[in-house]
């Protein structure tokens, strides 16, 4: 083959790193967002495309602080990804003054997550986060909704920003945040053209996209802009070079790595998720193409500024 890009996941873009670094193979890794897998490691051929963890969840820190928030709860499943995301999460909240009084973790496959969620509400903190994965939202919504606990902010981390999630909560939906890396409501190069392509060839309609399907179709922009850059996909170091020079902007957000000099090289240093919010739909308003619906509800980009659809919820 030419080129690579892929596969998903931390776990397994590690074990892959080694290989493509000893064929001397361009790779655009799509779905890899510990960073670890490039710190202090100087790679030379595998470059990140997504937000690294620590670029998650930093518009929620801003908002709660704005908003006059004080102290936060964090709990969170007790393995590698969620662990890694709690110890961001508590550090943006701390750079914004906000106080966390709980930092606890939970085991992996639990089905009950009402023990932790009321110790939680118990401290009456402004804000409560994380959990880790799709179930673990829908679990800890639920759980909310039985406990009747109302901080002013809820942020669960993965799974927010499926529609499924909405569609398993349905109104105990209103004002859940969470993180994305991409909408399709998103003003960014390509973008439109990418959904509609989608539900054309595929059949998949907008309102059901979400990120992991773009992460795929972000790594094929980012090598066909270096490939360009380098004049011919047989000159493997002129795109590799381009990979990591470049700084571009793509259909999922900003894109530039830690250039080939860097410990860190490879990294992603401009990526930012965004932050997402189920809101009621307006009443006569026309969504635009590519906006999720649920029912009554509608997935929105309430940060940063730059790919902003509504104002957030708060409290």
Request: with cysteine; charged share 20%.
């Amino acid at each position: 083959v030419d080129l690579c890009f892929g596969p998903y996941s931390s776990a397994v873009t590690k074990a892959i790193s080694p290989v493509v670094e000893r064929a001397e193979m361009p790779t655009v890794t799509a779905g890899a967002s510990d960073p670890a897998i490039w710190k202090g490691l100087n790679r030379q051929w595998v470059v990140q495309s997504v937000p690294p963890t620590d670029e998650y969840l930093p518009g929620a820190a801003e908002i709660a602080a704005k908003g006059g928030a004080k102290t936060a709860a964090i709990i969170f499943e007790d393995t590698a990804f969620p662990i890694a995301l709690a110890n961001s999460f508590k550090a943006q909240l701390e750079a914004f003054g906000i106080k966390v009084v709980l930092f606890e973790g939970y085991p992996k496959g639990i089905t009950d997550w009402t023990p932790f969620l009321r110790k939680a509400w118990g401290f009456k903190p402004d804000v409560i986060g994380l959990g880790g994965y799709e179930p673990d939202s829908i679990g800890l919504t639920k759980a909310a909704e039985a406990l009747r606990v109302t901080p002013k902010l809820f942020v669960w981390t993965v799974g927010t920003g499926a529609p499924s999630y909405a569609q398993s909560v349905r109104n105990n939906c209103r004002a859940m945040t969470g993180e994305s890396f991409w909408e399709g409501i998103m003003k960014t190069p390509g973008n439109q053209e990418y959904v509609k392509a989608v539900q054309e060839v595929i059949g998949t309609p907008p309102e059901e996209l979400e990120y992991h399907t773009t992460m795929g179709m972000q790594a094929g922009q980012i090598l066909e802009i270096a490939v360009k850059k380098a004049g011919s996909v047989k000159n493997k170091t002129a795109i590799r070079n381009a990979l990591y020079e470049m700084e571009v902007e793509t259909c999922q957000g900003d894109y530039k790595v830690e250039p080939l000099s860097s410990k860190d090289s490879g990294l992603q240093i401009a990526a930012k998720c965004v932050l997402i919010q189920w809101q009621k739909k307006k009443p006569g308003r026309e969504l635009p193409f590519g906006q999720v619906v649920v029912g009554d509800w509608v997935k929105e980009v309430v940060w940063p500024e730059k790919y902003k659809t509504a104002d957030p919820i708060y409290p």
